[in-house]
């Protein structure tokens, strides 16, 4: 990438030209200026009114993620043959007369995926200039659409009524996606883990439709006791409802399934004003839950959803909730965010599953978000062995001992609390061929459940932590924890807590 910013730059300094004239930008912009993608057009003078009322929102930006545009064709009429915008500035007096007079004190306007709306002739004249940044801003696609001229493509009518969630419909890029139909099916599915997504062929792209609410595992019914479950959750709750279900406490979370607990994080560093740059996930899982979420980060180091374009923050509920809802967290990647936006985490988890190594530092890296947008900046988290002695920076412990998942914590340091039922049975491991498949039986009867609730309060006691705790979640897992356990289970379990720690939901709650 060095080497092509250097051949782009001597190509550039070949025609020189005049220093910034101060322009305004009403002088430089063509008037009734448009940008246009696969779900509309877009009106990019009425664009840059709202930036130029958003000064807050701009930020500089790094020079070098953004040079493919200098390659690309973004200058040319539809029915031209493909070129580039190197070509264009080399060869066409407009456009060389456009990044000369370009207004370098504007920012260039980006969506959430790093396509420029409006800009280029901007970012060719900080090339030229040597500089290494340019001022930018992001535009979130929620926003996008107030500019919207006609109508936006592709409106569908949802495949369910009465849905917790609608369809969501993504154009994808004809080359992001093998032709091969098999490969194709295994590469969307094994992206999209929270949905059940499908993709059609357009004239230059994919359709990929995400439908919910569905288990990605599989059928729930092999749960023969799932009705009964969900009719001590609540009266009427269907099936379909069990992807959003839950009930909100003001110190924590109760949820059929563990996406939403994230949710409750983010409303405790709401009231809180900050997220802490110290925090102990204690967590009790049969999984990790450290899997990729749909979520990257922006060149402004914000975060963003990939499936809706809009903008995410562990500061703003209402963004959690909006990702969890359109799946870019799901219940494999929870802790992934959190890791992310908390500067020092020491995640413990308890698991029964047996770990050749038990103690881990906690990588932070980004990895090219493939199939919705070029972009190397999706949200992962590698693990890589260490010892008691060295751990320094973000961690993560494994053990099946509750004394040793428990001891040694860091004094003054939040914790929070979550914990997932199939912790302590979990014979579907969400799948629907459990009886014939399971390698692994994690069946457990309900009176060693409860002595195995009794020594995580007890574990918990001796470390007098309990002043510590800010927050609990709990999710019952449908699928995995057995429907038959899930009254009994949970009200043993806080019980236990309460007993042990005086650890306890606040008896008000909101049900959703």
């Known amino acids: 990438m060095r080497k092509l910013a250097w051949i782009i730059f001597l190509c550039l300094i070949s025609r020189g030209f005049a220093s910034p004239d101060g322009r305004d930008l009403e002088e430089n912009s063509p008037p009734n200026q448009t940008y246009s993608d696969s779900t509309g057009t877009y009106n990019v003078t009425q664009i840059q009114g709202w930036v130029l009322g958003n000064k807050k929102e701009w930020f500089q930006a790094e020079v070098q993620p953004l040079l493919e545009y200098i390659a690309m064709d973004t200058w040319g009429d539809t029915n031209d043959k493909p070129s580039s915008n190197l070509k264009y500035y080399t060869e066409d007096t407009f456009h060389f007369k456009r990044v000369k007079e370009a207004n370098l004190e504007f920012p260039i306007i980006l969506t959430n995926n790093n396509h420029i709306i409006d800009g280029v002739h901007r970012l060719f004249k900080a090339v030229k200039s040597g500089s290494s940044t340019i001022m930018a801003v992001y535009i ?273 340091i939040p914790i929070f609390l979550h914990i997932d039922m199939d912790y302590f049975n979990n014979r579907f491991d969400g799948n629907s061929n459990w009886e014939q498949e399971n390698e692994r039986s994690h069946e457990i009867d309900f009176n060693t459940q409860k002595e195995m609730m009794n020594q995580i309060g007890l574990s918990l006691k001796d470390q007098k932590i309990s002043h510590e705790i800010k927050n609990i979640t709990v999710a019952l897992s449908p699928g995995f924890y057995p429907a038959e356990y899930w009254e009994k289970g949970t009200k043993y379990f806080l019980k236990e807590l309460d007993r042990h720690c005086g650890i306890k939901f606040e008896t008000e709650h909101n049900e959703r």
């Not at 050749?356 to 190397?376: A, D, G, L, Q, V």
């Not at 961690?395 to 914590?409: F, Q």
């Open 140 to 412: 979130d696609n929620s926003l996008l659409q107030k500019y919207l001229v006609g109508e936006q493509k592709d409106i569908k009518t949802p495949l369910i009524f009465d849905s917790p969630f609608p369809e969501i419909y993504l154009n994808i890029p004809y080359v992001n996606l093998p032709d091969d139909e098999k490969e194709r099916r295994i590469k969307i599915h094994t992206y999209f883990t929270d949905h059940l997504p499908s993709a059609e062929k357009k004239e230059d792209s994919w359709e990929i439709t995400l439908e919910r609410p569905s288990t990605p595992y599989g059928d729930y019914s092999y749960d023969s006791d799932l009705r009964k479950g969900l009719e001590w959750w609540g009266k009427g709750t269907r099936i379909r409802d069990i992807p959003r279900a839950r009930k909100e406490y003001a110190n924590g979370l109760l949820a059929l399934e563990d996406q939403w607990c994230p949710l409750s994080w983010s409303r405790y560093f709401e009231r809180s004003q900050e997220i802490p740059n110290e925090l102990i996930l204690l967590h009790i899982d049969d999984h990790k839950d450290m899997m990729m979420p749909r979520l990257g980060k922006r060149l402004d180091n914000k975060y963003v959803d990939y499936i809706t374009g809009d903008h995410f923050s562990l500061l703003e509920p209402e963004s959690v909730e909006k990702a969890i809802s359109s799946g870019a967290i799901g219940k494999g990647s929870i802790l992934t965010p959190l890791i992310w936006e908390v500067e020092k985490i020491h995640v413990r988890h308890l698991s029964c599953r047996s770990y050749p190594h038990k103690i881990f530092h906690i990588k932070k890296h980004r990895i090219e978000n493939e199939i919705i947008t070029k972009s190397k900046n999706r949200l992962a988290v590698h693990i890589q062995e260490t010892n008691w002695e060295d751990i320094t920076h973000s961690n993560y412990i494994v053990t099946n001992d509750p004394k040793e998942w428990a001891r040694d914590l860091p004094q003054g």
